[in-house]
Nanobody
Framework: QVQLVESGGGLVQAGGSLRLSCSAS????????MGWFRQALGTEREFVAE????????YYAESVKGRFTISRDNARNTIYLQMNSLKPEDTAVYYC??????????WGQGTQVTVSS
């Protein structure tokens, strides 16, 4: 089992920045690829970004590429999502997730991000 806890959400004006954190506990953090997803009200959950276990490569959704940066600190069992140039359409609950294989098996409880126009 892996337990994930997100933090860092909040209310920000359009054009502003936030940094989300996700702390992991349980099994060896280094074994897992880690990702961020988000779900806006009335929509399905969507992929935002993923970083491989070593931290050497990351993937992004087109909608956030160039604005968001995912990173991980394996010594602290933590991943981050730096979000810059935020837009109202970035408003959503953001979830951290971990996967040891093909699927993301472990999920956090989510943190709300609200971007005002």
């Amino acid at each position: 089992q892996v337990q994930l806890v997100e933090s860092g959400g909040g209310l920000v004006q359009a054009g502003g920045s936030l940094r989300l954190s996700c702390s992991a506990s349980g099994r060896t953090f280094l074994n897992y690829g880690m990702g961020w997803f988000r779900q806006a009200l009335g929509t399905e959950r969507e992929f935002v970004a993923e970083i491989i276990s070593s931290g050497g490569f990351a993937y992004y959704a087109e909608s956030v590429k160039g604005r968001f940066t995912i990173s991980r600190d394996n010594a602290r069992n933590t991943i981050y999502l730096q979000m810059n140039s935020l837009k109202p359409e970035d408003t959503a609950v953001y979830y951290c997730a971990a996967r040891g294989g093909e699927k993301f098996d472990y999920w956090g409880q989510g943190t709300q991000v609200t971007v005002s126009s």
